[in-house]
């Protein structure tokens, strides 16, 4: 079973950066596409970014595209979502997401249902 950790969250003013981490801990026997997630309070949660398991394929809600990039280091078992340009508006617990890639069935990034593993959140509040 793969645990996930989410860490990098914090307060940051309007036209500011931050930089998520997941880290994967247990054992891990398969390779994985990742995603992030984010959930407002009130709202469900809604797709952020994603990337294959090799990093060949990269995914982007149009409210975060050309503003956040996902990368990913399978040697040191991490994702990252770079947040560039934040606005209130991204204010929001973010979540990472894995999918096994040897799970059967089609591979959608953008839809919660794709993903088996969910780590706990980590809060970004933007300032204005």
């Known amino acids: 079973q793969v645990q996930l950790v989410e860490s990098g969250g914090g307060l940051v003013q309007a036209g500011g950066s931050l930089r998520l981490s997941c880290a994967a801990a247990g054992r891990i026997y398969s390779s994985y596409h990742m995603g992030w997630f984010r959930q407002a309070p009130g709202k469900e949660r809604e797709f952020v970014a994603a990337?294959?398991?090799?990093?060949?394929?990269?995914y982007f809600a149009d409210s975060v595209k050309g503003r956040f990039t996902i990368s990913r280091d399978n040697l040191k078992r991490a994702v990252y979502l770079q947040m560039n340009s934040l606005n209130p508006e991204d204010t929001a617990v973010y979540y990472c997401?894995?999918?096994?890639?040897?799970?059967?069935?089609?591979?959608?990034?953008?839809?919660?249902?794709?993903?088996?593993?969910w780590g706990q959140g980590t809060q970004v509040t933007v300032s204005s």
């Open positions: 990337i294959s398991w090799n990093g060949d394929s990269t």
């Open positions: 997401a894995a999918r096994d890639i040897t799970k059967s069935g089609n591979y959608l990034p953008v839809l919660r249902t794709s993903y088996d593993y």
